[in-house]
């Protein structure tokens, strides 16, 4: 660690210890005891804060004693508490000696003071002074400086003074100091450095102690080293390292921190194993570890955990998990949070808010989060920017300008002015919400006001303009970049080639391309993607292929993104065999296909009328370890719609259901085509299949027959949620939800325990007659869902015919 410092030029010191004790002829008693009465007299003066100046006081009192005065220098300076006084002290005695420093060791004494004081500009004014009439700091002094320039995050000024003091001095700053330079080289993530620094001190004795290693594994973990920091401290052990709970802490923090929570729950394990007590602090960090990953699981059996050892979860655990909860959606899971927090006397602060703030938005729901952000300000809190961000971006991006211009009008009211962040999102917002004018004028005000945009922000707006066709003014951005030197970072020369390649200008995408190298931007995979999408989009696939050699040739390696886009390519051209022969290459390259690639050939062997690939392909799905998505079963569902496959249609559909794989519209449609557009009779022991054929034949209409299937299969396989998603869709497409709705629906709620709900659902005002149809067709879901039981929907139709009877006896 070597640094040029002005401190080196320096001349040698002897340190304090050394000059009292150096001299051959000790002084004579009597002059000693005048100058112990000087130096005495003088302190006194020095702390009288009342009274004329100071120095007037001190020329008062001395006028011809000026070998004692500087003889005391050391004793006053030493003693002094008052870094003001003592400087004044310091002129004064310069005064009197025509500008010359007093010794070494009352100027080290004085650079002690002004150390602890934090006094910097001082110093350096004393230090080049020192330096001028070859006046050397002591040890004390240099240790000082260390700690002060440590405590202060003045990086430089510290390993100066490290290297000045081991290099030219031959000293070793104090455990103490070593430490305090340690923990700020960790914190500025030098861990070269750092690890230096403390092989350094292992080399002496005595000075690396028990802390000196505790920073130095929160530095290990803090790179991402952790299995290191847990060998240091095996290595350690005993050597002034014995291991407790906060060694475990930290090691558990840093194994969190990188996504490795078995090894965090592990060392948990062997942590108490050994009789260690796992703290607050230790549950906290795993509950925010589990909290990353959504592991609620693991959360409540956590916190279970730490109740049965007489502990509550405090502020901040509540807050990882209020905040987890709303990154995950669940927003009314994170109420009930919040309401158990304040149950168990804890109460929120404005991160808590925040969070709720941020997932209320997120969920589309801006109108509640502002009623949190008012609530949160009747309990005093004051909100901050993080608390007005997430709203200006969900009110722009609904298209509420004028809610959002008005909070930010609050926020700034409020002190908090808008910054790059704030007004990234109302950017943001207003792009997504297609108010595109709007949001360049915001880009033009956010300049006036001294915020500049960044490379994110000309990203979002270059790429709403390509989106809308907007060409010129993309450009246009481009160059006000270049002018305002914000170097475009290699998102944005991609955004505007995919911009330029939508907008059906190979000539222009390819000259942006081009423009990138020029720009210093290095050759990357995204850049490439972007041009390999364009080329396939334009059905040049020797231009793509070519495109990915090149890649190859700058040294770069085809990602997912580039295999995905260069098979789709060939699919849409209905070339199986050049797609499989990029598929055989990603395979050969140990890149992973993952179920956008499958869906991609599936696609395209339906799309071609190869139904046996197709489906041969997608049994494949599971073999490699993944799992078919909405898109991958909508697409063989379509593919055996077209071939009028209609048993294929509604097994797959069935086990779509089995995998809790929410179907979509377009799931939806071809279910509808594939039954109502059947021109033959299909036999089957489908549960589907039967109703739908039984409804046909009782002459109901025949899309609301499906519907009515297709929502008795989702309650069969506990998908309430989604047919009741369905029923409000039947209702905008004109089909009205009917008694064999009612019945499916019952059956819905009654699986998930929730019959008690049932007099909510589609009219219950049915005629004697359509409860008869009813009884028929719950009869049916009996034979095949209850073996033949009468189910809590039967019972509940049986109850509705006796009141119909009731009312019909006394009229």
């Known amino acids: 660690m070597r640094l040029e410092s002005p401190l080196l030029h320096l001349p040698m010191s002897k340190s304090l210890l050394s000059l009292t004790r150096s001299h051959n002829n000790p002084p004579n008693p009597h002059i000693a005891h005048q100058i112990l009465h000087v130096a005495r007299a003088i302190s006194e003066i020095l702390e009288t804060q009342n009274g004329p100046p100071l120095e007037d006081r001190l020329d008062d009192l001395f006028s011809s004693t000026e070998v004692l005065i500087s003889e005391a220098a050391p004793t006053v300076l030493g003693r002094a508490h008052d870094a003001d006084a003592a400087l004044t002290f310091l002129h004064w005695v310069r005064r009197r000696s025509s500008g010359r420093l007093p010794c070494p060791l009352a100027c080290s004494s004085l650079l002690c003071l002004l150390a602890k004081t934090k006094r910097f500009p001082d110093i350096d004014f004393l230090l080049e002074d020192m330096k001028t009439q070859e006046k050397a700091p002591t040890f004390e002094a240099y240790n000082g400086l260390l700690i002060a320039y440590s405590k202060s995050g003045l990086l430089e000024k510290a390993l100066c003074v490290y290297t000045v003091m081991k290099e030219q001095n031959r000293w070793f700053p104090d455990v103490f100091a070593c430490n305090s330079l340690l923990g700020l080289l960790v914190n500025r993530r030098r861990f070269d450095l750092s690890m230096k620094l403390y092989e350094e001190m292992l080399e002496r004795d005595n000075n690396a102690d028990h802390y000196s290693s505790c920073i130095v594994v929160r530095g290990l973990c803090l790179e991402g080293k952790i299995d290191e920091a847990k060998r240091l401290i095996e290595e350690r052990f005993g050597e002034n390292c014995v291991p407790n709970i906060v060694f475990y802490n930290t090691l558990i923090d840093g194994y969190c921190k990188t996504g490795q929570i078995q090894k965090a729950f592990a060392?948990?394990?062997?942590?108490?194993?050994?009789?260690?007590?796992?703290?607050?602090?230790?549950?906290?960090?795993?509950?925010?570890?589990?909290?990353?990953?959504?592991?609620?699981?693991?959360i409540d059996r956590l916190l279970r955990e730490l109740q049965e050892m007489g502990m509550h979860p405090n502020t901040q655990i509540y807050n990882s998990i209020v905040d987890a909860h709303c990154k995950r959606g669940a927003v009314f899971k994170a109420m009930a949070i919040l309401k158990r927090m304040i149950g168990t006397g804890f109460l929120p602060d404005v991160v808590t808010y925040n969070a709720l703030i941020s997932g209320f938005c997120q969920n589309g729901k801006v109108v509640e989060a502002e009623r949190i952000l008012r609530k949160a300000m009747r309990d005093d809190m004051s909100p901050n920017k993080l608390s007005y961000t997430p709203l200006v971006h969900g009110y722009c991006k609904h298209g509420a300008v004028s809610e959002a211009s008005r909070l930010l009008l609050e926020m700034v009211e409020k002190g908090h002015a808008p910054d790059l962040v704030t007004y990234g999102a109302l950017i943001h917002g207003l792009v997504v919400s297609g108010s595109l004018d709007d949001a360049m004028a915001v880009r033009v005000k956010m300049a006036e006001r001294g915020t500049h945009p960044d490379a994110g922000v000309y990203n979002v707006l270059m790429s709403g303009l390509l989106k809308k066709g907007r060409l010129s003014d993309a450009k246009g951005l481009l160059t006000e970049m270049l002018d305002r030197n914000v170097v475009p970072d290699k998102f944005?020369?991609?955004?505007?080639?995919?911009?330029?390649?939508?907008?059906?200008?190979?000539?222009?995408?390819?000259?942006?391309?081009?423009?990138?190298?020029?720009?210093?931007?290095?050759?990357?995979?995204?850049?490439?993607?972007?041009?390999?999408?364009?080329?396939?989009?334009?059905?040049?696939?020797?231009?793509?292929?070519?495109?990915?050699?090149?890649?190859?040739?700058?040294?770069?390696?085809?990602?997912?993104?580039?295999?995905?886009?260069?098979?789709?390519?060939?699919?849409?051209?209905?070339?199986?065999?050049?797609?499989?022969?990029?598929?055989?290459?990603?395979?050969?390259?140990?890149?992973?296909?993952?179920?956008?690639?499958?869906?991609?050939?599936?696609?395209?062997?339906?799309?071609?009328?190869?139904?046996?690939?197709?489906?041969?392909?997608?049994?494949?799905?599971?073999?490699?370890?993944?799992?078919?998505?909405v898109v991958t079963y909508t697409t063989m569902i379509g593919g055996f719609c077209r071939a009028g496959e209609v048993l294929s249609v509604l097994s797959l559909f069935e086990e779509m259901l089995i995998d809790k794989c929410k179907p979509n519209n377009f799931t939806y449609n071809y279910i509808i085509d594939a039954l109502v557009n059947c021109n033959q009779r299909v036999e089957g022991e489908c549960l589907m299949l039967i109703a739908f054929a039984s409804m046909a034949s009782d002459g109901w209409d025949l899309r609301t027959a499906v519907y009515n299937v297709i929502v008795l299969c989702l309650c069969k396989h506990g998908m309430l949620e989604n047919a009741m998603e369905l029923e409000e869709e039947m209702l905008r497409k004109g089909c009205s939800p009917d008694c064999v709705t009612f019945v499916s629906l019952v059956h819905g709620l009654h699986r998930r325990g929730r019959l008690e709900e049932w007099r909510g659902l589609v009219s219950c005002d049915f005629e004697r007659r359509e409860l008869e149809i009813a009884r028929k067709y719950a009869s049916l879901i009996d034979d095949h869902l209850c073996r033949g039981v009468k189910s809590e929907a039967s019972k509940i139709l049986e109850s509705l015919l006796l009141e119909e009877s009731a009312e019909v006896s006394v009229i």
């Open 267 to 298: 060392l948990f394990q062997d942590m108490k194993s050994k009789g260690f007590e796992p703290s607050l602090v230790t549950y906290g960090i795993l509950i925010n570890g589990c909290c990353k990953r959504t592991d609620f699981e693991s």
């Open 492 to 629: 944005i020369y991609a955004t505007l080639v995919d911009g330029f390649m939508r907008g059906g200008n190979l000539k222009e995408a390819k000259r942006v391309f081009g423009l990138a190298s020029e720009g210093g931007v290095k050759p990357c995979v995204v850049l490439y993607n972007a041009m390999i999408k364009g080329y396939c989009e334009f059905r040049r696939m020797g231009d793509a292929i070519a495109c990915m050699d090149r890649m190859r040739f700058e040294g770069l390696h085809p990602d997912r993104i580039t295999y995905n886009t260069v098979i789709d390519g060939y699919m849409r051209q209905a070339d199986a065999d050049g797609a499989m022969r990029v598929f055989s290459e990603m395979v050969e390259q140990r890149c992973e296909p993952n179920i956008v690639t499958y869906t991609a050939l599936v696609n395209g062997f339906c799309n071609n009328g190869d139904l046996h690939r197709a489906f041969k392909l997608f049994r494949e799905i599971r073999c490699n370890g993944l799992a078919p998505n």
